[in-house]
Each structure stands twice: as C-alpha cells, then as structure tokens.
C-alpha cells in the first residue's frame, strides 16, 4: 500500500491506495484530459463515468458518458503543475463496469507526496 498526502488549496488529506497515477503537465495524457475537461477552465477536481450498456450491441444504456465538476476560484486549468489520478466508484452504480476516474488538479502551491510502506517519500508534486 502507498501513503498519499496531499495538500490542496489549504485542506490536507491523507489515504491508503493500492497505487496512485499523477500526469504531469506537458505530457500526452495531461493534454488529452484538459480537452476532454475544456467546458470548465478553473477545476477543481472531475469525476468521469463511462457510458454504460446493458447489452453486448452498445444499442441499451444504462448510464450515459458524464463529467461532474468542482470548481476552484482563483485557478487556469492549464497553470495545473499535475494532474492525480484516480479510481472513482459510482455510489449510485456500485459495480466494475460502472467505474470511472478521478481527475484532482494541483496547481502551484499544492503539494502531494507519496510515500511507500516504509514511510519513505518516491514521487513527489509541488
């Protein structure tokens, strides 16, 4: 399991994850997300859920393609030094197919550290 310790606009969270995903910015991945989160310039975080079919055909849905957003005051979307990334569970679907991702923006400021059994610090953002 691998600590993570973040502090994000004043508020310091810490949890256990199985693992953990941070995407920098310049990368391929952070540019892909910041298109796909481009209807809001100031996130805070987003949630995405798939769309989701009851048949094999994809002709049935049972939950369309969804991006929920919490905005931050005060931030630009593309000033974002990383972007964690990580497993979100639809509380309204429990399930595996219904799962989707997390994206948590940290900008200048924010620091996130992850720290491995040992308590000892490998990656981190600020």
């Known amino acids: 399991m691998l600590t993570v310790k973040s502090s994000i606009n004043g508020v310091t969270h810490i949890c256990e994850q199985e693992s953990v ?3 920098r910015n ?11 989160t481009k209807s809001h310039s100031n996130p805070d975080f987003v949630i ?3 769309e989701v079919y009851a048949d094999e055909e994809c002709k049935e849905s049972i ?7 919490s905005e931050r005051e005060g ?3 593309s000033d974002a030094i990383a972007i964690l990334i990580n ?4 509380p309204f679907h429990p399930g595996e197919a219904f799962k989707g991702l997390e994206y948590q923006f940290i900008y200048p400021g924010d620091n996130v ?3 491995n059994s040992h308590g000892s610090t490998i990656e ?3």
Do not use: C, H
């Open 87 to 90: 497993d979100y569970e639809n």
């Open 26 to 36: 310049g990368s391929e991945r952070f540019s892909q997300i910041l298109e796909q």
């Open 48 to 50: 995405w859920l798939p």
């Open 113 to 115: 550290y992850v720290m």
């Open 63 to 69: 939950q369309d393609e969804e991006l929920v957003f």
């Open 75 to 77: 931030v630009v979307d």
């Open 124 to 126: 981190a953002v600020k």
């Open 21 to 23: 995903t941070i995407v």
